[in-house]
């Protein structure tokens, strides 16, 4: 069992330009969760994705956007950079639960750094 | 909506001795409460976690954590401390009918010294 795995390992961009985070959930797991974790602070949940709908989100602007692929692989999307953004980027995959709560398994991130 | 707040960013200890990591919470309704430790250059592990029952649980690696509903805490513990204890352990939280959106603390440091 592979895990959960998420792609570019690291990303280097500049301020304005958009970035496209790539993760696959752990084998049997249908639901895909992405946080962001900035240097020195606690992960923060931006979004959640089951049935390749987005079905909760946190405070983070429109310029954060996902999709789920019927494999139940996911992408975060970032538009118009800016550099606040750099930061870590985990994603965490689980079975759907609907409103109670199951495990979830988080991937080695993707570190974005943007200069 | 919830917040978590671990109260040290960092502690420092020597191997051996005992650690206690604090975190208290925020909420209006009930919450589950969870546990998970980041080693350098790596993603998050769940530690330990309390859902329901018994309010004092335990890791395999012989961490626990104590469920007070009163005080609204849920402090990190080990008797005994090992070299390899060294990471960040970040406190999380999720209220109960919300699924499964985790809000996490800021993180405490371990640092365990020889």
């Known amino acids: 069992d592979a895990g959960v795995t998420q792609s570019p390992t690291h990303l280097i961009k500049t301020r304005g330009q958009q970035v496209t985070l790539r993760c696959s959930p752990k084998?049997?797991?249908?639901?895909v969760s992405w946080y962001q974790q900035a240097l020195g602070q606690g992960p923060q949940f931006i979004f959640q994705y089951y049935e390749e709908e987005e079905r909760q989100r946190g405070n983070f602007p429109d310029r954060f956007s996902g999709h789920q692929f019927p494999n139940y692989s996911s992408e975060l999307n970032v538009n118009a950079l800016l550099l606040g953004d750099s930061a870590l980027y985990l994603c965490a995959s689980s079975l759907w639960t609907g409103t109670s709560i199951n495990e979830q398994f988080f991937g080695p991130g993707t570190r974005l750094t943007v200069l | 909506a919830q917040s978590v707040t671990q109260l040290d960013s960092q502690v420092p200890v020597f191997e051996e001795a005992p650690v206690e990591l604090r975190c208290n919470y925020s909420s209006s309704v009930s919450v589950y409460l969870f546990w998970y430790v980041q080693y350098p250059n790596q993603g998050l592990q769940l530690l330990l976690k309390y859902l329901s029952g018994s309010t004092l649980v335990e890791s395999i690696n012989g961490f626990e954590a104590e469920f007070n509903k009163s005080q609204t805490s849920f402090h990190l513990r080990k008797p005994s401390v090992h070299i390899s204890d060294t990471a960040e352990y970040f406190c999380?939280?999720?209220?109960?009918?919300?699924?499964?959106?985790?809000?996490f603390g800021g993180g405490t440091r371990l640092m365990v010294k020889p």
């Open positions: 084998s049997g797991h249908d639901t």
């Open positions: 999380a939280v999720s209220e109960a009918n919300a699924g499964n959106m985790l809000t």
